[in-house]
């Protein structure tokens, strides 16, 4: 009587594990979206003609530290959201190669939020015109990292849309393509030319904010 050696054959479906990763990157891009938004919209709005008195006037806000930290949370996930895309393969091959460069730069945006959340502890020496080493590298890190940010956001945005060619993407990349794109200039029309009116670009970082969390939703649905 012949036995039969063979091993049974187990079957597992790659459904569920890729399922769970899905989940999780889309859980990624709507918690750091919506905590960019709640940061931005606790953010403090300065006032006077300078930009030394416009950041003073922000110093004092109650609202300084707790927007700031939501804000850097906010980032902070937004680029661990980039490093989970890529993992996962979320929006195709055509997107794959820049969501590593786009990490990055998120993570260059959340690097320059430590010493902008700390600036306001020299509110005291920029004041009386003493030294303030923290302000100013917040300061140089916002002119390289606001570009950096709001012009990736830009350029991944309309890769995605690209690449899924529905009407949801291409809306979200269209929100994601003005507020990045007005975010981008902010920090260094304001530091150059110091006129404090500019800073209404800042708030334009919503766009971006809104296309993670869209975006997010849609990695859900899908």
């Known amino acids: 009587m012949a036995i039969d050696t063979t091993t049974p054959t187990v079957r597992v479906s790659p459904a569920a594990p890729d399922r769970?990763?899905?989940?999780?990157?889309?859980?990624?891009?709507?918690?750091?979206?919506?905590?960019?938004a709640v940061g931005g919209q606790l953010h403090p709005?300065?006032?006077?003609?300078?930009?030394d008195q416009h950041l003073l006037s922000m110093f004092e806000s109650p609202t300084w530290y707790a927007s700031h930290l939501i804000a850097l949370a906010g980032s902070v996930l937004c680029a661990l959201a980039f490093?989970?895309?890529?993992?996962?393969?979320?929006?195709?091959?055509?997107?794959?190669?820049?969501?590593?460069?786009t990490a990055g730069l998120w993570a260059l945006g959340a690097v320059?939020?430590?010493?902008?959340?700390?600036?306001?502890?020299?509110?005291?020496?920029?004041?009386?015109?003493?030294?303030?080493?923290?302000?100013?590298?917040?300061?140089v890190l916002q002119m390289v990292a606001t570009p950096a940010v709001?012009?990736?956001?830009?350029?991944?945005?309309?890769?995605?849309?690209?690449?899924?060619?529905?009407?949801?993407a291409v809306a979200l990349a269209v929100v994601a393509v003005v507020g990045?794109?007005?975010?981008?200039?902010?920090?260094?029309?304001?530091?150059?030319?110091?006129n404090t009116a500019l800073t209404v670009l800042f708030p334009f970082q919503a766009g971006l904010a809104i296309w993670m969390a869209g975006t997010g939703v849609r990695l859900f649905r899908s």
């Open 150 to 168: 709001g012009l990736s956001g830009v350029l991944i945005a309309v890769a995605v849309a690209r690449a899924a060619r529905t009407r949801a």
């Open 45 to 51: 709005h300065g006032s006077g003609e300078t930009v």
């Open 83 to 101: 490093v989970a895309a890529w993992r996962t393969r979320a929006f195709g091959p055509a997107v794959q190669r820049w969501l590593p460069v």
């Open 180 to 194: 990045g794109a007005l975010y981008a200039v902010s920090a260094p029309l304001v530091v150059i030319s110091g």
């Open 112 to 139: 320059e939020q430590v010493p902008h959340l700390l600036a306001a502890r020299e509110a005291h020496a920029l004041e009386h015109h003493h030294a303030t080493p923290v302000l100013d590298l917040h300061l």
């Open 20 to 36: 769970t990763a899905t989940r999780v990157t889309a859980s990624l891009f709507v918690s750091g979206g919506l905590l960019l």
